[in-house]
T-cell receptor, first 111, second 116 residues
Framework: RKEVEQDPGPFNVPEGATVAFNCTYS??????FFWYRQDCRKEPKLLMS???SGNEDGRFTAQLNRASQYISLLIRDSKLSDSATYLC????????????FGTGIRLKVLA | GAVVSQHPSRVICKSGTSVKIECRSL??????MFWYRQFPKQSLMLMAT?????????EQGVEKDKFLINHASLTLSTLTVTSAHPEDSSFYIC????????????FGSGTRLTVV
């Protein structure tokens, strides 16, 4: 099993739709989780940290399910500008700075 | 805050030559920086962890003699691709961890290396 797995998509959704992504991780000791956004040929940029209690930032909601070892990202009311690749990032164990990136989920929001 | 400046953004070099990529943390001290490589349509793969004042730690399968990393100060880490070959053509990105609000990683803007 890969350390971090994502369904690469692509996900093509109409503008205004709600879309959800999951990302599974294999190391139960992982403590830090993030979602990054990467536009084509650009560097990844932090979208959200993922907290145990879940967190919301505008149209974006991130959640952590420790029992099933996955994190999720929900995007409501999709905009054309949301089209990008979304990467989940997980540290490989407790107290380590080493992070593993998922392969990324490609989202395309269609007009 | 938490800005990492990476140069050059794009470089084309001849096979057999060496290329140096610089990453500077502009407004914080980065005791640890990370170097990633991203091939087309693939994810970021960690190449090495660079620690200020000590030797870098390389991931399995990454040749330390080919990818030389120097982290001589708290604000500068460099990656030198020695004797570059076309298969080294890739997108190289550095990052550094930071604390505070929204703590996580901040990335350099990336360097697209093309070896011809």
């Amino acid at each position: 099993r890969k350390e971090v797995e994502q369904d690469p998509g692509p996900f093509n959704v109409p503008e205004g739709a709600t879309v959800a992504f999951n990302c599974t991780y294999s190391n139960s000791a992982s403590q830090s989780f993030f979602w990054y956004r990467q536009d084509c040929r650009k560097e990844p940029k932090l979208l959200m940290s993922v907290y145990s209690s879940g967190n919301e930032d505008g149209r974006f909601t991130a959640q952590l399910n420790r029992a099933s070892q996955y994190i999720s990202l929900l995007i409501r009311d999709s905009k054309l500008s949301d089209s990008a690749t979304y990467l989940c990032v997980v540290n490989i164990g407790s107290g380590t700075y080493k992070y593993i990136f998922g392969t990324g989920i490609r989202l395309k929001v269609l007009a | 805050g938490a800005v990492v400046s990476q140069h050059p953004s794009r470089v084309i070099c001849k096979s057999g030559t060496s290329v140096k990529i610089e990453c500077r943390s502009l407004d914080f001290q980065a005791t640890t920086m990370f170097w990633y490589r991203q091939f087309p349509k693939q994810s970021l793969m960690l190449m090495a962890t660079s620690n200020e004042g000590s030797k870098a730690t390389y991931e399995q399968g990454v040749e330390k003699d080919k990818f030389l990393i120097n982290h001589a100060s708290l604000t500068l880490s460099t990656l030198t691709v020695t004797s570059a070959h076309p298969e080294d053509s890739s997108f190289y990105i550095c990052s550094a961890s930071y604390t505070g609000s929204g703590a996580g990683y901040t990335f350099g803007s990336g360097t697209r290396l093309t070896v011809v």
